[in-house]
């Protein structure tokens, strides 16, 4: 069985950075995208970063040129790196992936709590 688990999130005040990471476990044969989501209270759960099998990535508008994505595929992990935080970056950040072990369907990590605040 799959699962996906994040560490790294926490209380950080603005302008500072934190590092999430998430680590998928199980029997996988390939990982295809891996994602990044979050959602604030009352808010949509929405898109941060994508990375794919080939490191090729996109990022949603508000985190561009402050947070960055990257993956290590020895280690099915995914990582979000993320700089000058504002307060509106406080949600919860899900990891999401595209895995196949004997086919390919989309995983969700439990989510990470960011708060952004002084």
């Known amino acids: 069985q799959v699962q996906l688990v994040e560490s790294g999130g926490g209380l950080v005040q603005p302008g500072g950075s934190l590092r999430l990471s998430c680590a998928a476990s199980?029997?996988?044969?390939?990982?295809?995208?891996m994602r990044w989501f979050r959602q604030a209270p009352g808010k949509q759960r929405e898109l941060v970063a994508a990375?794919?099998?080939?490191?090729?990535?996109n990022y949603a508008d508000s985190v561009k040129g402050r947070f960055t994505i990257s993956r290590d595929n020895a280690k099915n992990a995914v990582s979000l790196q993320m700089n000058s935080l504002k307060p509106e970056d406080t949600a919860v950040y899900y990891c999401?992936?595209?895995?196949?072990?004997?086919?390919?369907?989309?995983?969700w990590g439990q989510g990470t709590q960011v708060t952004v605040s002084s």
């Open positions: 999401n992936a595209d895995i196949r072990t004997d086919y390919t369907r989309n995983y």
């Open positions: 990375i794919d099998i080939g490191s090729s990535t």
């Open positions: 199980g029997s996988i044969s390939s990982i295809y995208v």
